[in-house]
């Protein structure tokens, strides 16, 4: 599941009051992960989640996108593939337990570069291109105000974005330009990435509020 699903998959769940679940993707932190649901207490160790490891040379640059399409076009459904890790040289990819072995089989190139493929050291996981901290000043704490200075974009273009449906709060799809956002909230602007509100610092001399914004990029 994406984070939106699990969002909603959580929201049902604690609705019928059943608490004996659990979502995990392979390692801590994943976005996309699997949800299980236990008669006992949740294991993580029960999950049919397996890591595969593909190395290249580093002189050739691979994206995510790459390591995708390379497993579409074996017929496999998005919902088998969680989080993919890369990095110059390496990538990592989470499957489902279920293909893992027909993946190893199949692949021994991402477009036109080659590739080994073994199960990956979960302790060395690449650290993708990593996060970075920014610094706005808004006239308040609305959405589309966030999505503007996030995105580069006047304010009457934020908002069609946000009509549009095209950016998540907290990983549910938001139109509500006017909604208010919090820190720790976590916006998802189609094309641009994720973003947490991770601290609000006060105001300027001119009223305006300092923002930081994390961005996973």
Do not use: W
């Not at 089989?105 to 990593?130: C, E, F, H, M, N």
Request: proline share 2%; hydrophobic share 40%.
């Amino acid at each position: 599941m994406n984070e939106e699903q699990q969002a909603a998959a959580q929201k049902y769940l604690d609705s019928v009051r059943f608490t004996e679940y659990m979502f995990f993707g392979g390692y801590e932190n994943s976005e996309r992960r699997v949800l299980g649901l236990f008669f006992d207490l949740p294991n993580e160790n029960e999950f049919p989640v397996d890591a595969l490891e593909f190395v290249y040379r580093p002189c050739d640059k691979l994206s995510h996108r790459d390591f995708l399409g390379a497993l579409m076009s074996l017929g496999i459904e998005r919902e088998a593939v969680g989080d993919i890790l890369v990095e110059d040289g390496r990538c990592v990819v989470f499957v489902k337990s279920e293909i893992k072995d027909y993946v190893s089989s199949q692949i021994t190139k991402i477009g036109r570069v080659g590739v080994k493929v073994s199960d990956a050291d979960l302790s060395k996981l690449p650290q993708g291109r990593g996060v970075e901290e920014l610094c706005f000043s808004v006239s308040s704490l609305r959405l589309d105000n966030l999505v503007a200075a996030i995105a580069g974009l006047s304010r009457e273009k934020a908002k069609q974005l946000i009509i549009q449906g095209n950016v998540g709060h907290n990983y549910v799809t938001s139109q509500n330009v006017s909604k208010m956002i919090s820190e720790g909230d976590v916006l998802r602007i189609r094309g641009k990435g994720k973003f947490i509100l991770k601290a609000v610092l006060g105001e300027t001399k001119k009223h305006k509020i300092r923002i930081i914004i994390t961005h996973f990029r």
